[in-house]
């Protein structure tokens, strides 16, 4: 379909840098803004905005969820000392 629009000046020098980013033609960049704008406004084809389902951790003050690595770790030191303990306490009953 033929017809003429009249852009304004600020909208013609965003489809101009269009043009110019994409290499397009005038033709190509307009439909392209159009059909974009449409489908944001209508909605059709609009991706589902994205949300967070953010749930309570119930953590104790001062515990930093980022550092839970560190305390993985401290919590197998003690394991590990206590076992030392424990062997060593085997051999020496022995």
């Known amino acids: 379909m033929r017809t003429t629009v009249t852009l304004e000046a600020d909208t013609e020098r965003l489809l101009r840098s269009a043009m110019r980013e994409h290499n397009l033609s005038f033709k190509a960049a307009l439909n392209d803004a159009v059909r974009r704008g449409l489908r944001i406004s ?45 062997l060593v306490r085997e051999q020496t009953t022995r």
């Open 42 to 86: 209508v909605g059709a084809g609009a991706e589902p905005r994205f949300t967070i389902m953010a749930k309570p951790m119930h953590l104790r003050a001062g515990v930093d969820p980022t550092r839970a690595h560190d305390l993985d770790t401290a919590l197998e030191v003690e394991r590990f000392k206590a076992l030392t303990v424990r």
